[in-house]
């Protein structure tokens, strides 16, 4: 069974402060997948990286997926009240495995 | 290009009814994927259909069933329902499987009384 183990589970910082979220497993995933979800609403996806030591910026936003393929992190700078929301890491399987494995979430509260 | 669209929004049901959602996938996408999102568990996989075949099923009991039909739109039916199947249900497409990622819908609220 994979697990995807994600910390801190809740984070709370002032607006303008940086901050890493971090994703963790002992298994191998062929392509990490980061996700926001804001209250009564859908996750919405982020990122995808897919080649171990991979890194991808979106704007404020950093990802990093391991060289082994098995962590990844989230680092935002200088956040904002609108970063506010669930972060969720998932991981999919590959090859005949079509289901993702999510990670419980981070809940970042980015106070002004 | 339309989203995910699920309905309804959100149900109440009684102990021991059934209940069936839908799920609209985006147009072109032939991947749709079950979830259900509970406070103390998160996001568990349910099952998922290509083409009209179910591909990969999660660990739920047999109560929990699904079906795909060939305009790509999936339902998923939950039988003898009980307190503890109360959860957001979210409805996930892609292209090919999901190994790019997927989109969601918005979700169905059940709340089972």
């Known amino acids: 069974t994979q697990l995807l183990e994600q910390s801190p589970q809740f984070l709370s910082i002032q607006e303008g402060e940086n901050l890493t979220v971090y994703c963790n497993s002992s298994?191998?995933?062929?392509?990490l997948q980061w996700y926001r979800q804001e209250p009564g609403e859908g996750p919405v996806l982020l990122v995808t990286v897919v080649t171990g030591g991979e890194v991808k910026k979106l704007k404020r936003l950093t990802f990093q997926f391991g060289d082994a393929r098995k962590d990844s992190s989230l680092h935002i700078t200088a956040a904002q009240p609108g970063d506010t929301g669930l972060y969720l890491c998932a991981g999919a399987g590959g090859g005949s495995n079509y289901k993702l494995t999510f990670g419980k979430g981070t809940l970042l509260t980015v106070n002004p | 290009k339309a989203g995910v669209t699920q309905t309804p929004r959100y149900l109440i049901k009684t102990r021991g009814q059934q209940v069936t959602l839908s799920c609209s996938p985006i147009?072109?996408?032939?991947?749709v994927s079950w979830y259900q999102q509970t406070p103390g568990q998160g996001l568990q996989f349910l099952f998922e259909?290509?083409?009209?075949?179910?591909?990969n099923k999660g660990n739920f009991p047999g109560r929990f069933s699904g079906r795909q039909f060939s305009n790509s739109r999936s339902e998923m039916n939950v039988s003898t329902l009980e307190l503890g199947d109360s959860a957001l249900y979210l409805c996930a497409s892609s292209f090919d499987g999901g190994y790019y990622g997927y989109t969601f819908g918005s979700g169905t609220r059940l709340t089972v009384v």
């Open positions: 147009s072109g996408h032939r991947s």
């Open positions: 259909y290509f083409s009209e075949t179910q591909r």
């Open positions: 298994s191998v995933f062929s392509s």
